[in-house]
């Protein structure tokens, strides 16, 4: 089991970077794909980007591809989602999350532990 907790949010101006980060707790980290999820006020909760456990796959929404880079440090227990460029339409609380098993990468179902959440906010 791992609780994933993010950090890294904050407001920034079109074009700007921020880089997010999940700390995830317990000892199995390296056992979990990761993925990184968002939500704007009134949409649905989207998927963003995910990685393997080993880190050797990663996958984007196409949304994102180009812009946002995911990676991680499993001897820090942690997953990074790098965003560069960033668009007013990336406004959202940014979710990461934990899944044990297979099954679509991008399907929320699919995940078992997710964070509070991180609020990106990204002015014109």
């Known amino acids: 089991q791992v609780q994933p907790v993010e950090s890294g949010g904050g407001l920034v101006q079109a074009g700007g970077s921020l880089r997010l980060s999940c700390v995830a707790s317990?000892?199995?980290?390296?056992?979990?794909?990761m993925g990184w999820f968002r939500q704007a006020p009134g949409k649905q909760r989207e998927f963003v980007a995910t990685?393997?456990?080993?880190?050797?796959?990663?996958y984007y929404a196409d949304s994102v591809k180009g812009r946002f880079t995911i990676s991680r440090d499993n001897t820090k227990n942690t997953v990074y989602l790098q965003m560069n460029s960033l668009k007013p339409e990336d406004t959202a609380v940014y979710y990461c999350?934990?899944?044990?098993?297979?099954?679509?990468?991008?399907?929320?179902?699919?995940?078992?532990?997710w964070g509070q959440g991180a609020q990106v906010t990204v002015s014109s």
């Open positions: 999350a934990a899944r044990v098993g297979g099954g679509s990468y991008s399907y929320t179902g699919n995940y078992n532990y």
């Open positions: 317990g000892r199995t980290f390296s056992r979990y794909g």
């Open positions: 990685i393997s456990w080993s880190g050797g796959s990663t």
